[in-house]
């Protein structure tokens, strides 16, 4: 019998490997996936659906809201099969394991485990979950943009979607993202749909990339992109990379930028961004100045001069 509806214990695809699978089988099965608190409201006395779930990771307040679920099921005469990915001994499990109608293991160690429970088990497996056709793959005309995820402006992605579109490029825009000591993965998920709605498919994400990896891939690019919440600051540093190495750089500049940055000069500014900014023979003339006047302005031997003439007072 083909579930209503999957419910799973994890719900975000970018961090959760359960997830991502219950959202595959979910669209093979021509059904949906959602968590266990949608479930309730979604759900109808006398449905049938398929728990998918992995326990051993949850909170308390999300397996007590599985146990709830639980009861509700009960209640409304709604039926389950359960699709277990570990199998830990909790009593949740157990309870679980006690209702369901059939019980999908992932693999044969989890069989073993309920092989005395008494329950109809079915020994199953988790196809791989990245599509084989899927690669990081460059354009005619390819972007990469790093930063704290929990920094995106997406209202200028949103802008620079717009005039890309209207100047009819083909492009694709690779994004990196990290992550700030007191922020958390969720942050990125989020970004990531942002992002996902903004350009669709031609956004790929890169993951946490390492200082090596920046490198390799600012190296690969025609355009380096980096929005600040008001404008470019003498102290953001992500903009520093790619004009050190000699990648043109786009931005928003506003009074409070470093007054050396000009546009069409050594940045480029979304403000003031047309078709002929993003010639290649331009952007190679800007990724040249840019790297000879951060060098020249932004630099630590003129950090520390700086410091040092002011040193004691």
């Known amino acids: 019998m083909t579930p209503r509806l999957i419910v799973t214990s994890h719900t975000s695809a970018n961090l959760s490997g359960v997830a991502k699978f219950n959202a595959q089988l979910a669209d093979h099965m021509g059904v949906v996936s959602v968590g266990v608190a949608e479930a309730m409201a979604r759900m109808s006395d006398g449905d049938h659906v398929l728990l998918s779930l992995k326990l051993i990771d949850m909170s308390e307040a999300d397996i007590g809201a599985v146990e709830a679920f639980h009861r509700a099921a009960s209640g409304r005469r709604i039926s389950f099969d359960l699709f277990l990915h570990t199998y830990d001994g909790l009593p949740m499990e157990d309870a679980l394991v006690a209702d369901a109608g059939t019980i999908f293991c992932a693999n044969s160690e989890i069989e073993a485990a309920l092989a005395g429970s008494g329950r109809p088990l079915v020994l199953v497996w988790c196809p791989a979950l990245i599509d084989v056709e899927a690669s990081i793959t460059p354009a005619e005309f390819t972007i990469f943009s790093f930063g704290m995820a929990h920094k995106i402006q997406l209202g200028y992605y949103e802008m620079l979607h717009r005039r890309l579109e209207a100047f009819g490029r083909a492009y694709s825009i690779w994004i990196s993202t990290a992550f700030h000591e007191k922020s958390g993965f969720g942050e990125f998920d989020e970004a990531s749909r942002e992002l996902r709605s903004v350009f669709g498919s031609r956004v790929q994400f890169l993951g946490f990339l390492s200082d090596d990896a920046v490198n390799y891939f600012v190296d690969r690019v025609g355009l380096f992109v980096a929005f600040f919440p008001k404008g470019i600051r003498a102290n953001n540093t992500s903009a520093y990379v790619p004009m050190e190495r000699g990648c043109a750089i786009l931005t928003n500049l506003d009074a409070y930028s470093p007054a050396w940055l000009r546009h069409d000069v050594n940045v480029l500014d979304i403000h003031s961004l047309t078709a002929e900014s993003l010639e290649p023979e331009n952007l190679r003339r800007v990724a ?3 790297q000879r006047d951060v060098r020249e ?17």
């Open 297 to 313: 302005n932004a630099g630590w031997s003129q950090l520390v001069a700086r410091m040092s003439e002011h040193n004691g007072g």
């Open 288 to 290: 040249a100045a840019a």
